[in-house]
């Protein structure tokens, strides 16, 4: 069955001069909006060429428009114009005079602009949003993102509370106070955790980009690392030092200092708060984020790093490095007998081990420095990486030997590999225990007022009796029992030779 449809000769031409008319009106729209367009990106490029080549920013941002393209190119080049141009204080305040936002506390009182509501609307909802998304982009790589928060926050406050807002507007103006400040990714973090939210779900209803380009985002990530550490059992290791060790992550900002300040300080008093000793893995990542404490004060490692933490902080961790250096020593002794196939010196060496060790885990060290040799530095270089080796002294001038330094109490003992006798004096040694190298002839003459014995390979622990009796008579008056510093069956011949002590 065939439809059939009559259409007269007028069909469709009813008003069709208001329908021309229109569509001309149309037209002229496009083609206006083309040559702006044209115009906004050729201006756009005489922008970027001026910032590219470091113009003062004065000289070219002219009016609103011009801060729009600007915005933007901050946000859009492929220049990375936030290094080559960084976004300073001075940039930003100029921006905000140009487009006459004069409500915020960047502002001093004598650049402000009388406040009318509509000049504030000039600051448009496009370059308002363009600004976040720099701020949340770059953060902390922003030379000024503390004022820039404050900007962004203060523009927000003024939006009218009951006026509809586009979705990620609405939420930035609801949480402006959370996210924009230097502490916002910290305020971020604590909502996931507070609110037992993965990370990226709080972070998208946020509208923050999950993406390792979102600097904001990241350092979130960062800090909510530092709140699951909390939970890591104490001494143990966990993925999330694979993450927190890194370069760009501990020296990223938290609080007023960085990340790397932050993991420490929960290393350490967690450690501490348990009354254990701190395990080589933690101590180790200790050293790799913070480097070692012993060193001048001065030094701008310390003043970094250790000059940000509490004095208990950094006392223990001169405490514990003992350990290392000791287990270092050790090795180095096991290692140099077994090349020369010493069976004296092996069965020494776990005698020597225990005395040491008894004397670190019973916190009677309080300081201690290795002086190694060109071997046993080479021998370092290989096993460790450098990040993981503590500070030490480059010992020159003797082939073979290597050192040790303790602070026990009040007595200052010296150790050594080989046949080197085993000084105790209460003055230091008189070469700097900070230098990086000193000959060994500085160290070799023994002090008038020092004590020194040799390593005896009797049955009987008679050196270790003898070392015992003077670290325990005056001027020392240490109190150490033997049975902390020897092995069970060395304390067995200890009593039966000398009895009950």
Same mark, same amino acid.
């Given at each position: 069955?065939?439809?059939?449809?009559?259409?007269?000769?007028?069909?469709?031409?009813?008003?069709?001069? #208001?329908?021309?008319?229109?569509?001309?009106?149309?037209?002229?729209?496009?083609?206006?909006?083309?040559?702006?367009?044209?115009?906004? *990106?050729?201006?756009?490029?005489?922008?970027?060429?001026?910032?590219?080549?470091?113009?003062?920013?004065?000289?070219?941002?002219?009016?609103?428009?011009?801060?729009?393209?600007?915005?933007?190119?901050?946000?859009?080049?492929?220049?990375?114009?936030?290094?080559? %141009?960084?976004?300073?204080?001075?940039?930003?305040?100029?921006?905000?005079?140009?487009?006459?936002?004069?409500?915020?506390?960047?502002?001093?009182?004598?650049?402000?602009?009388?406040?009318?509501?509509?000049?504030?609307?000039?600051?448009?909802?496009?370059?308002?949003? =363009?600004?976040?998304?720099?701020?949340?982009?770059?953060?902390?790589?922003?030379?000024?993102?503390?004022?820039?928060? *404050?900007?962004? =926050?203060?523009?927000?406050?003024?939006?009218?509370?009951? =006026?509809?807002?586009?979705?990620?507007?609405?939420?930035?103006?609801?949480?402006?106070?959370?996210?924009?400040?230097?502490?916002?990714?910290?305020?971020?973090?604590?909502?996931?955790?507070?609110?037992?939210?993965?990370?990226?779900?709080?972070?998208?209803?946020?509208?923050?980009?999950?993406?390792?380009?979102?600097?904001?985002?990241?350092?979130?990530? %960062?800090?909510?690392?530092?709140?699951?550490?909390?939970?890591? +059992?104490?001494?143990?290791?966990?993925?999330?030092? !694979?993450?927190?060790?890194?370069?760009?992550?501990?020296?990223?900002?938290?609080?007023?200092?960085?990340?790397?300040?932050?993991?420490?300080?929960?290393?350490?008093?967690?450690?501490?708060?348990?009354?254990?000793?701190?395990?080589?893995?933690?101590?180790?990542?200790?050293?790799?984020?913070?480097?070692?404490?012993?060193?001048?004060?001065?030094?701008?490692?310390?003043?970094?790093?250790?000059?940000?933490?509490? !004095?208990? *902080?950094?006392?223990?961790?001169? /405490?514990?490095?003992?350990?290392?250096?000791? /287990?270092?020593?050790?090795?180095?002794?096991?290692? *140099?007998?077994?090349?020369?196939?010493?069976? !004296?010196?092996?069965?020494?060496?776990?005698?020597?081990?225990?005395?040491?060790?008894?004397?670190?885990?019973?916190?009677?060290?309080?300081?201690?420095?290795?002086?190694?040799?060109?071997?046993? #530095?080479?021998?370092?270089?290989? /096993?460790?990486?450098?990040?993981?080796?503590?500070?030490?002294?480059?010992?020159?001038?003797? /082939?073979?030997?290597?050192?040790?330094?303790?602070?026990?109490?009040?007595?200052?003992?010296?150790?050594?590999?080989?046949?080197?006798?085993?000084?105790?004096?209460?003055?230091? +040694?008189?070469?700097?225990?900070?230098?990086?190298?000193?000959?060994?002839?500085?160290?070799?003459?023994?002090?008038?007022?020092?004590?020194?014995?040799?390593?005896?390979?009797?049955?009987?622990?008679?050196?270790?009796?003898?070392?015992?009796?003077?670290?325990? #008579?005056?001027?020392?008056?240490?109190?150490?029992? +033997? !049975?902390?510093?020897?092995?069970?069956?060395?304390?067995?011949?200890?009593?039966?030779?000398?009895?009950?002590?």
């Amino acid at each position: 069955m065939e439809l059939k449809f009559n259409l007269p000769a007028n069909a469709g031409l009813k008003e069709i001069e #208001k329908f021309s008319a229109l569509s001309g009106r149309l037209q002229g729209i496009i083609l206006a909006e083309g040559q702006l367009y044209l115009a906004g *990106q050729e201006r756009k490029e005489t922008i970027l060429k001026a910032m590219v080549e470091g113009e003062s920013i004065e000289t070219f941002i002219e009016d609103s428009r011009d801060v729009r393209h600007a915005v933007a190119l901050y946000c859009e080049s492929e220049e990375n114009l936030i290094e080559t %141009y960084p976004l300073s204080l001075d940039k930003l305040v100029h921006f905000c005079k140009v487009a006459e936002l004069t409500n915020s506390k960047i502002m001093s009182f004598s650049t402000k602009i009388v406040n009318v509501f509509s000049n504030q609307l000039d600051f448009s909802i496009k370059t308002l949003r =363009r600004l976040i998304i720099l701020y949340i982009q770059y953060f902390d790589r922003i030379e000024c993102y503390k004022e820039f928060s *404050q900007l962004i =926050r203060d523009h927000l406050s003024i939006l009218p509370e009951n =006026r509809r807002k586009a979705k990620d507007i609405e939420c930035f103006y609801e949480k402006r106070d959370l996210i924009f400040s230097q502490d916002g990714p910290q305020n971020l973090a604590e909502l996931a955790v507070r609110e037992r939210e993965t990370l990226s779900e709080i972070a998208r209803r946020s509208f923050i980009p999950n993406s390792p380009q979102c600097r904001f985002y990241e350092i979130t990530k %960062y800090i909510y690392y530092i709140e699951r550490l909390k939970d890591v +059992p104490v001494g143990e290791d966990d993925k999330i030092f !694979d993450e927190l060790l890194r370069k760009e992550v501990k020296e990223s900002p938290y609080r007023n200092g960085y990340i790397g300040h932050e993991v420490a300080r929960i290393m350490i008093d967690r450690t501490l708060e348990s009354s254990m000793s701190i395990t080589d893995e933690w101590r180790e990542k200790i050293l790799s984020i913070m480097g070692d404490p012993r060193v001048p004060t001065r030094t701008e490692n310390y003043q970094k790093w250790w000059g940000q933490m509490k !004095d208990r *902080q950094v006392g223990a961790m001169i /405490k514990w490095l003992s350990g290392l250096d000791l /287990k270092l020593f050790m090795q180095i002794i096991e290692e *140099q007998a077994q090349i020369e196939e010493r069976e !004296d010196l092996l069965r020494m060496f776990l005698r020597r081990k225990r005395f040491l060790e008894g004397l670190y885990e019973n916190e009677y060290i309080e300081f201690s420095r290795l002086m190694i040799n060109s071997d046993v #530095k080479r021998f370092l270089g290989i /096993k460790y990486s450098s990040d993981k080796i503590p500070q030490y002294t480059h010992l020159i001038g003797e /082939k073979e030997k290597s050192l040790i330094y303790l602070k026990i109490g009040d007595a200052h003992l010296l150790e050594g590999t080989h046949n080197f006798r085993v000084r105790i004096s209460d003055e230091p +040694p008189t070469t700097d225990l900070y230098a990086e190298e000193v000959h060994f002839k500085s160290i070799q003459p023994i002090p008038p007022n020092a004590e020194s014995l040799i390593h005896s390979h009797s049955k009987y622990p008679d050196w270790q009796n003898k070392l015992l009796s003077i670290l325990n #008579k005056e001027p020392f008056n240490l109190k150490i029992s +033997p !049975d902390i510093v020897l092995s069970k069956e060395d304390y067995i011949l200890y009593r039966e030779k000398y009895g009950m002590r």
